[in-house]
């Protein structure tokens, strides 16, 4: 009887050890695998971005050897630098009345009521305002002021600055390239997302 015990306990023991072996082999055949996949991939990229990085030199190098920006590329900057200036403008008209009153941009006093009524949105709002304000007149200033540093024509939009803007107390009162005061956008989400029976209807924004 012990012999027959001994013998199983062996078998099940060579067994155990037999499928430790294969499961040893198996991941260390995946590794293998993988290191490969990882090595074949890690040699693509490097060759790809080796090819990149020299064809992005020449066309640098072929741009300043031409002297500076090509009339594509000043397009482009003109394009994005009006973009800039016309964010900044209906950024401005918002600070002028919500936002932080500061040097750093001028332009408008205040206007309590109005500030109340954002930070109902968002205790941070005047600062949020101050600062995506500011933001955007940096971002059309470089942009205009890279052009120039390459002898190209900056975006001036100053003839175009004809519409009256708010009348509130706290605004300039200078005219703008946009007009905030004509909003057509239903603002009655703030109400429907407040609303438990009208959660239904939050997420379908109407417009006029």
């Not at 640098?60 to 630098?81: H, K, N, V």
């Not at 703008?176 to 009655?188: A, E, G």
Request: aromatic content about 8%.
């Amino acid at each position: 009887m012990k012999t027959i015990i001994d013998s199983s306990a062996n078998y099940s023991d060579k067994s155990e050890n037999r499928l430790l072996e294969d499961n040893l082999e198996k991941r260390s055949k995946r590794r293998k695998s993988s290191i490969s996949r990882r090595s074949f991939l890690g040699k693509s990229l490097a060759v790809g971005a080796g090819t990149i990085g020299a064809g992005l030199l020449t066309t640098i190098r072929t741009a300043e050897a031409s002297g500076g920006l090509t009339p594509g590329d000043a397009a482009l900057l003109r394009f994005a630098a009006a973009a800039e200036i016309l964010e900044a403008d209906f950024w401005i008209q918002y600070n002028e009345l919500g936002g932080v009153q500061d040097p750093e941009v001028p332009g408008g006093t205040g206007n309590p009521d109005y500030t109340d009524a954002i930070e109902v949105l968002d205790e941070d709002m005047p600062i949020y305002i101050h600062d995506n304000t500011d933001d955007e007149i940096t971002h059309h200033t470089f942009l205009n002021a890279y052009l120039v540093s390459k002898g190209r024509a900056p975006v001036d939009l100053e003839p175009f600055r004809t519409l009256p803007g708010s009348t509130a107390t706290g605004s300039s009162g200078i005219l703008r390239l946009t007009n905030l005061t004509q909003l057509t956008v239903d603002t009655s989400w703030w109400t429907r997302y407040r609303i438990d029976n009208h959660m239904a209807t939050a997420c379908t924004p109407q417009w006029h």
